[in-house]
């Protein structure tokens, strides 16, 4: 770790800013998200449902694209908020952390429904016998027990944010210092010569955060199992 250079820690570091903004944010409306569609049945929940996984089967360019035309500087969201607001998105590292939001979403909500679709509903129903508001058998019961597989979302929407490229570069481009994280780095060294070595220290310290991710969510995805049948 001590060879790598002052460009590639701001790269780094890049990265998991943008990362933990994307997740922080995105996480209440994983959360819910996550509980409309494991205890709600509505018409337009299989579409619902569809549109929040399709990132996950989209071309990332095409996301990145589509980003673009919507919150970029003459988009329809990104125009207004430009104009009236002064946020700017495109070609800033809160553009990335949008699309690393986006993109990372799937895996973000999909913990968590299946953690509160494994609640006993039971528990809730006794709540509300009790007395207890739906908002108050949410924050009490509901979530309480499902707070592993949140966790679970949260580490693999992480994992995920650390390793987006594709929307990334579409939407925000690779400005070193502003937009350029991991992956766009590595994309840049490997193009220029002499630069595999830095390359590869940064393949190294993304596998690190990717494996390091992998292992924490396996090991709360364990925690809610265990919690849920009384371990």
């Known amino acids: 770790m001590?060879?790598?250079?002052?460009?590639?820690?701001?790269?780094?570091?890049l990265s998991l800013r943008v990362a933990i903004v994307a997740t922080l944010v995105?996480?209440?409306?994983?959360?819910?998200?996550?509980?409309?569609?494991?205890?709600?049945?509505?018409?337009?929940?299989?579409?619902?449902?569809?549109?929040?996984h399709l990132p996950l089967v989209l071309p990332p360019v095409v996301t990145g694209y589509l980003l673009l035309l919507t919150f970029g500087r003459r988009g329809l969201v990104g125009g207004f908020l430009a104009d009236h607001l002064g946020i700017v998105f495109a070609f800033r590292w809160t553009g990335a952390a949008l699309a690393c939001g986006v993109m990372s979403f799937p895996l973000l909500v999909r913990p968590m429904r299946l953690s509160i679709e494994a609640i006993d509903r039971r528990l809730e129903q006794a709540a509300e016998t009790l007395g207890a508001a739906p908002w108050k058998?949410?924050?009490?019961?509901?979530?309480?027990?499902?707070?592993?597989?949140?966790?679970?979302?949260?580490?693999?929407?992480?994992?995920?944010?650390i390793g987006e490229f594709g929307a990334t570069i579409t939407?925000?481009?690779?400005?070193?210092?502003?937009?350029?994280?991991?992956?766009?780095?590595?994309?840049?060294?490997?193009?220029?010569?002499?630069?595999?070595?830095?390359?590869?220290r940064l393949v190294i310290v993304s596998i690190a955060l990717a494996l390091g991710a992998l292992i924490a969510a396996e090991w709360f995805a364990r925690r809610a199992t265990a919690r849920l049948h009384g371990n």
């Open 171 to 200: 939407f925000v481009s690779n400005i070193p210092g502003e937009t350029q994280t991991i992956s766009s780095a590595i994309y840049s060294l490997i193009q220029t010569p002499d630069g595999d070595a830095a390359a590869g």
């Open 137 to 161: 058998v949410f924050f009490t019961v509901t979530l309480p027990l499902a707070l592993p597989g949140v966790l679970a979302g949260m580490v693999l929407g992480f994992a995920k944010a």
């Open 2 to 13: 001590s060879e790598i250079s002052p460009a590639e820690w701001t790269a780094i570091l």
């Open 26 to 52: 995105a996480t209440p409306f994983g959360i819910a998200l996550a509980w409309l569609l494991a205890r709600r049945d509505f018409w337009g929940k299989s579409m619902l449902d569809a549109v929040v």
